[in-house]
């Protein structure tokens, strides 16, 4: 029997009735007619009948020891994790409403859709062959337990018709779709595209619904134009699908569409988005222009900043903004520049994302504006270019941005530029010297502590430098330290002793000069021992604790083991998302290494995308596999950035040692032999090595 659309649409008021009357759904009764139009006697007959056949089948069940057949999308679903694992059996009958050949390592993705709802159906990719949506199939199988919900396993699948898709699905909301009520079901969403994302087989756009940013993937139609669909109003029916983390649990929700034909345009994308009215940045996200911001917007100002990656920084008359830009094109500073993009908030302040840009003229340079560093950290001048005088107490010349550490009043700040444009200006940049800097002011505020009357207040800023001429050496470094001072404590006491009291002035020039320093060491001491970004070990601790682990192994006759990670394809990431999505991805892998290891081992991070992770006093070598092993599942998550799940994967070498071939550069040369193996491999994987072998007899790919 097949299963035509209206039936489909008929039956699907009886579905929801179904659903919101809170019945345990796994066995559901036949669907019980409004009294108003049959009365009560009916009504009783059905839920009397229905009850007796619910005791009748319990009873089967107990004394023959079979399950019962479930026959609906509903009861399939409704399942519990320890119903579906007993595999009921299944037979269905419903429409495809979306299909992929490969949606999993092994697996292909059907959604089934029949009168009283949906249901994921999880075939070997060998097993089945291409269903056009809207084919009407007959699935037999049995229950299983998917990433999150209930699944149709083991189907045995036949065509046996073709229908229309469902018309009516329920529209609903983001956070509505957050809860995963409507996990696999058929749903409407609305909202606007704000950018289109093209891949060889898929096609994935960020939809802006009322209530946050949903991604909606779908197969790449042949053909097809999708860049008209930017900044258009959309309707669009879907499958919902959850974002799990490793423990099957829901982090998030994204949809999968069957293709175009799902997607009905409300209110087309304006014309040429760059002959939209001017909007001035003092405007963005006001009372008086929220509701504009649905769509893009348009702006125009000078150039201020320009990153490597697709960040751009300009100033209009009333203040800087920065923006995400889509494009790859690059301008000079000062250059006139007109900007369309959605407008949004980063760190409580505005920005624009998913934007176009494009010159307009060629323009002044724009001056910083000299401010103190307290007015800087109140968040008055954020994105604006400024100019700040302070003393350089630290330096981080290693990593892929140069951090230069300062010191003004009471407040220290960083001041950053790109390695690659440094050059060999660094030499002139002495600790101790007073410098002047110039860059955009980039904020960053802790609603959850620092909120006063509905205000986010500024926690800490930083600069973003254009270029190595940003920094002006005003004065090096001081002549003063502890042994001049005291050659000349000594002289002035030998002199004379009228000048006692100028040897207790400089005495206690001396008190404070020392504490200042032993502050200054501490300081110091904590940054050469720990990253700045992500709070590891860096390189010069972790060789402190290898070579203390290397000796512990040998006097007690243990091993060890030493694991390379490596970010796969990290420039790409900087390159498309920018340097602020780069640092977060940095800062999340490093939570989750120190997660996914003892608190007895050591995570360090030796530069740029690069960490180690020593295993000490390591008596159970299997332990290595599953930890790696547990590394690169938990990297393989996306971290969530300014509304977006950025992809991101690791590859693992691992080196092992037992007591006779422990050697500290050995361990590390091994460990990285090994990473390049899992890279070769085809990364987001691990490799383990030996001293005394060359190929791991275990291997593991995520």
């Not at 959850?242 to 293709?259: E, F, K, R, Y």
């Not at 405007?283 to 893009?296: C, F, G, Q, T, V």
């Amino acid at each position: 029997m097949s299963v035509t659309g209206s039936e489909v649409n008929r039956s699907r008021a009886e579905s929801a009735t179904r659903r919101q009357d809170g019945v345990p759904a796994k066995f559901r009764l036949r669907p019980i007619v409004s009294p108003l139009l049959h009365g009560i006697f009916p009504i009783l007959l059905a839920v009397l009948s229905g009850f007796a056949a619910a005791v009748t089948g319990a009873f089967a069940e107990e004394h023959s020891g079979q399950l019962p057949t479930l026959t609906t999308a509903h009861q399939a679903h409704s399942l519990t994790s320890s119903e579906a694992v007993r595999e009921y059996p299944i037979h269905l009958k419903g429409i495809v409403t979306y299909f992929d050949q490969d949606f999993g390592p092994g697996y292909a993705a059907i959604f089934l859709h029949d009168a009283t709802g949906s249901v994921f159906v999880k075939p070997l990719s060998t097993s089945v062959d291409p269903l056009p949506v809207g084919s009407v199939i007959d699935v037999r199988g049995v229950s299983g337990v998917g990433g999150y919900g209930p699944v149709v396993a083991k189907p045995h699948i036949t065509v046996v018709g073709h229908a229309p898709l469902p018309p009516n699905p329920p529209k609903v909301s983001l956070a509505h779709l957050q809860t995963g009520a409507e996990d696999a079901q058929w749903v409407e969403v609305e909202g606007t595209i704000h950018s289109v994302i093209e891949y060889p087989h898929s096609v994935t756009m960020q939809l802006a619904m009322i209530d946050g940013i949903i991604n909606l993937t779908m197969p790449r139609e042949a053909g097809a134009t999708y860049s008209n669909l930017v900044d258009a109003e959309v309707k669009v029916h879907a499958n919902a699908a959850p974002t799990i983390n490793l423990d099957s649990q829901m982090i998030g929700v994204h949809l999968m569409g069957p293709g175009l034909s799902t997607v009905k345009i409300v209110a087309p994308a304006p014309g040429d988005p760059f002959k939209q009215p001017l909007t001035s940045v003092g405007k963005l996200l006001h009372w008086d222009e929220y509701s504009a911001h649905i769509h893009r917007v348009h702006l125009r100002g000078n150039v201020t900043l320009q990153w490597p990656g697709s960040w751009l920084c300009i100033r209009d008359a009333d203040r800087g903004i920065c923006v995400q830009s889509i494009q790859d094109a690059r301008f000079a500073l000062g250059d006139t520049v007109d900007i369309v993009g959605f407008a949004g908030a980063e760190n409580y302040e505005p920005v624009l994302t998913d934007a176009l840009v494009k010159k307009t003229g060629e323009g002044g340079l724009v001056e910083g504006v000299p401010v103190s560093a307290a007015q800087a950290l109140r968040g008055d001048h954020a994105s604006d270019l400024i100019q700040i005088e302070g003393r350089l107490i630290g330096n981080d010349l290693a990593s892929s941005e140069v951090n230069l550490m300062l010191s003004s009043g009471n407040t220290v700040f960083a001041a950053v530029l790109p390695r690659d444009m440094v050059g060999n200006s660094a030499s002139s940049w002495k600790v101790g010297s007073k410098l002047r800097v110039t860059g955009i002011c980039s904020v960053q505020s802790d609603a959850r502590s620092h909120v006063r009357e509905g205000i986010a207040v500024t926690r800490s800023f930083r600069l973003l430098m254009r270029s190595p001429q940003d920094v002006v050496v005003l004065q090096g470094p001081s002549w003063w330290s502890p042994g001049h001072i005291l050659v000349l404590l000594a002289l002035a006491l030998i002199a004379t002793l009228c000048v006692l009291g100028w040897v207790i002035v400089l005495q206690r020039r001396v008190e404070e000069q020392a504490r200042l320093l032993r502050e200054s060491e501490s300081r110091f001491r904590h940054m050469a021992l720990h990253d700045a970004l992500t709070g590891l070990a860096t390189r010069l601790l972790l060789d402190d604790r290898l070579t203390a682990a290397v000796e512990t192994a040998k006097r007690h006759q243990t091993g060890l083991a030493l694991l390379m990670i490596d970010l796969d394809n990290f420039k790409k990431i900087n390159d498309t998302f920018g340097h602020h999505c780069g640092d977060e991805v940095l800062r999340v892998t490093a939570d989750r290494l120190v997660q996914a290891v003892r608190k007895s081992d050591t995570v360090a991070r030796m530069g740029g995308d690069e960490f180690v992770v020593l295993l000490p006093d390591l008596d159970d070598p299997p332990l290595v596999e599953k930890i790696a092993a547990k590394i690169v599942e938990s990297l393989a998550e996306p971290v969530p950035f300014a509304g977006r799940q950025v992809p991101v994967s690791v590859s693992v070498g691992v080196c092992t040692s037992a007591v006779a071939g422990l050697d500290d550069e050995a361990l590390l040369k091994y460990a990285d032999d090994a990473l390049y193996k899992a890279k070769a491999k085809g990364r987001d994987c691990f490799h383990i090595s030996t001293p005394d072998q060359k190929v791991s007899p275990t291997e593991s790919i995520a």
